[in-house]
């Protein structure tokens, strides 16, 4: 069983990673975007009965700072 | 028009940071988890008319490092 966390910076959140990225990309001539937003992405290989709910406690206790980002869950 | 832009580790390169999460998780409790691998996600807002074709052209010359990196493109 497998899962997929991502974690992104709120709206709101300034973002200099993303900013970095939208100027290399500017400079390299690829003017057609705008912005960008650059988070983590956390894939978990779990045990058979590990449900979503302790995915989402990972989420809150470690994973995420969630003062400052959210998180989605994707189980697969 | 936004693109996601997943990139992650290949199988078989050291992921550092994923065994770090993954050692936090065990002394947390979550005995559930087994392999743990984190890797980068990259949203891109794109003007109109801007294709996947330039995306992995973005991905070849900068957002990923081919060699020991993987990635993949999501238009939405």
Chains 1, 2 share one sequence.
Do not use: W
């Not at 058979?48 to 990972?58: C, K, L, N, S, Y």
Request: hydrophobic share 40%; glycine share 14%.
């Amino acid at each position: 069983m497998k899962a997929r966390v991502h974690v992104m910076l709120k709206d709101g959140v300034l973002d200099p990673q993303g900013e970095a990225v939208k100027h290399a990309l500017h400079g390299m001539g690829f003017d057609g975007v705008g912005g960008v937003r650059q988070g983590k992405v956390i894939e978990l290989d779990l045990e058979d009965g590990t449900g979503e709910d302790a995915v989402r406690e990972m989420c809150e206790k470690l994973l995420a700072n969630t003062v400052i980002e959210s998180y989605s869950i994707e189980m697969a």
